[in-house]
């Protein structure tokens, strides 16, 4: 008999107990949390110049705390810039944490994801209809702020960047429950979803704060490992985290058919029982708990954590040579290396 199929997005968790504070990631970096405190201001100033009705119901979400890591990368990779330099660090900051915001808004509505930094989604809250508006006005924001604050080649990137991720996230529509598995089109998705972002944000930020060319693609080459380490570890966090720290539920992917690195690894031991596995539980015949628990002894975590370390090592050269590997700079972003490797949230 087929077990009832478990909906996705239905977990909820009262008042985020035993959730982390996500300013505490930036905890180690006061020139960052500093920086992001001006962002947060530029972000509020936003919402206040809608009109009252539009202003109250986005005020929230804008003001909701989350880890604000693509905005604390720029931060970090304009390094000190100059007085001169940095209004325009802050207004790309602030500009990639609208657009981040954007797509989180539309990323719940498809994923039909009750949660979002362990609070109701807005579509939860607002409706789908109203909520896909209020995403396309953080676009608008977003791009409005990098048309009048940020430099030409900056706004040019991030309008690129945009293209892909949107074709990104067409793509992992399409594959969902996709069989055989191609550890390839895995990683292409997961550059599409995160890597670039990361490797955006350093780029712009490095420009921004008046660093060279060479210096910031260097750093975007650091950025893209660091987004493929940071995005493979968060689809790790989804088969082994505690829902309660994430603050959202877990097996999500694998619910709704978003297979990521760990399903990858199955496949290659292998394949026909990985797919036996993986149609039961589509089919409601075996639940994702018990698959998860079957899979933690095969060593396919540890298996993926080799992945985001690789990565992690690979952005690590980067900055060793661009920063040296001995400099105060270069130990803040090891600093922020090893936190993005130790995270649980």
């Not at 979400?61 to 100059?82: C, D, F």
């Not at 660093?211 to 987004?227: H, M, P």
């Not at 972003?333 to 995270?343: G, P, Q």
Request: cysteine-free; hydrophobic content about 40%; proline content about 5%.
């Amino acid at each position: 008999m087929a077990l009832p199929r478990r909906r996705i997005g239905t977990w909820v968790n009262p008042a985020g107990e035993n959730r982390p504070k996500m300013s505490s990631f930036w905890s180690p970096f006061p020139r960052v949390r500093e920086g992001l405190e001006r962002v947060r201001v530029r972000l509020q100033q936003q919402a206040e110049a809608l009109p009252p009705d539009l202003r109250d119901e986005l005020s929230p979400l804008v003001r909701r705390e989350g880890k604000s890591l693509r905005a604390g990368l720029i931060l970090l990779s304009a390094g000190t810039p100059s007085a001169e330099h940095r209004d325009a660090v802050d207004a790309a900051a602030a500009a990639i944490e609208l657009l981040h915001l954007a797509t989180l808004v539309h990323d719940d509505i498809v994923d039909q994801a009750a949660l979002r930094r362990g609070e109701p989604a807005l579509f939860q809250k607002l409706g789908p209809q109203k909520a896909v508006l209020y995403g396309d006005l953080l676009f608008a924001a977003a791009f409005r702020s990098v048309s009048r604050d940020v430099g030409p080649g900056s706004a040019r990137s991030l309008a690129d960047l945009v293209t892909i991720m949107a074709t990104s996230e067409i793509q992992q529509l399409n594959d969902r429950f996709r069989l055989p598995l191609s550890p390839r089109r895995i990683l292409r998705k997961t550059m599409g979803k995160t890597a670039l972002l990361f490797s955006l944000s350093l780029y712009v930020g490095a420009r921004e704060g008046g660093r060279s060319e060479e210096t910031a693609e260097v750093l975007r080459r650091a950025g893209y490992a660091l987004g493929m380490a940071f995005q493979i570890q968060d689809d790790l966090l989804d088969w082994t985290g505690d829902m309660k720290v994430l603050g959202k539920p877990v097996l999500e992917d694998l619910v709704s058919g978003i297979y990521t690195w760990p399903a990858a690894l199955a496949w290659r031991q292998d394949a026909a029982k990985t797919r036996r596995e993986l149609t039961e539980v589509k089919e409601g015949r075996l639940t994702p708990e018990a698959l998860r628990d079957r899979w933690a002894t095969q060593g396919f975590w540890e298996g993926t954590q080799v992945l985001v370390t690789l990565y992690a090592n690979r952005a690590r050269r980067d900055l060793d040579r661009v920063l040296g590997a001995e400099t105060a700079e270069r130990r803040q972003w090891e600093i922020f290396v090893e936190s993005l490797l130790k995270r649980r949230f």
